[in-house]
Every structure is written in structure tokens, then in C-alpha cells.
């Protein structure tokens, strides 16, 4: 049985720093595709960074400069390091995984995803 537990989230300050880890289990084989995305109350969920085994990347422009995303394949976790961090980065982050090539263009849309965390709560205060 597949399981995302996401772990790191918490409230800092305004330019502060947080990283957000994600364990998976119950692959087989590492998934191909491991992401972030974040969704505050009302608003849609946001594509934030994903990351093929391979290592290639695909940043929102929102968080580009700010948040590096990375993945320990023989672990199977991925993570989200923030820094610079903005009250509008104030979400619910939530990590994704699934086994299936998706073109680039796609990789930050939620509905190619097929697994799902529980998320953790990220507050940044002014």
C-alpha cells in the first residue's frame, strides 16, 4: 500500500528558512515523479516544484530563486527546501508522487498525480 507522510512544516518569520520532507512507502520501485504542491483556504492548489528520478526539475515562477527541490532515491524521500520565505507562501504544502512518465508541461498540474500526503501547515507572519 502506497503512503506519502510529509514532515517540516511550521510557522517562521518572514525571510526565514524551513525544509519539508517526504516519506515514501510501499513503491516498488522509487516512483518517477515526486512533488510539491500547496493550497491555502479558498484557493486552488498550486503546483510548486516536481522532480523525476532522473533529477530533472520543474519550478513554479513563484518560487523560483527561493525553494530547491530534491529527492534521496534510495531512501525514497523527497524534499523542499524554502528559504526567503514570503506570508504569501502561507499553505498547506502537500507532496505527491506517482509511477507514470508525465510530459513536463504537465508535471505541476495535481491531476496527474494519483498519490497523496496528508500535508503540514507552512505559516510565514510579517
Known amino acids: 500500500q502506497v503512503q506519502l507522510v510529509e514532515s517540516g512544516g511550521g510557522s517562521v518569520q518572514a525571510g526565514g528558512s524551513l525544509r519539508l520532507s517526504c516519506a515514501a512507502s510501499?513503491?516498488?520501485?522509487?516512483?518517477?515523479?515526486m512533488a510539491w504542491f500547496r493550497q491555502a483556504p479558498g484557493n486552488e492548489r498550486e503546483g510548486v516544484a516536481s522532480?523525476?528520478?532522473?533529477?530533472?526539475?520543474n519550478v513554479g515562477d513563484s518560487v523560483k530563486g527561493r525553494f530547491t527541490i530534491s529527492r534521496d532515491n534510495a531512501e525514497n524521500t523527497l524534499y523542499l527546501q524554502m528559504n526567503s520565505l514570503e506570508p504569501e507562501d502561507t499553505a498547506i504544502y502537500y507532496c505527491?508522487?506517482?509511477?507514470?512518465?508525465?510530459?513536463?508541461?504537465?508535471?505541476?498540474?495535481?491531476?496527474?498525480?494519483?498519490?497523496w500526503g496528508q500535508g503540514t501547515q507552512v505559516t510565514v507572519s510579517s
Open positions: 505527491a508522487a506517482t509511477a507514470s512518465w508525465i510530459d513536463w508541461p504537465k508535471r505541476l498540474s495535481p491531476g496527474n498525480y494519483n498519490t
Open positions: 510501499g513503491y516498488a520501485n522509487s516512483p518517477y515523479l
Open positions: 522532480i523525476a528520478r532522473d533529477g530533472h526539475t
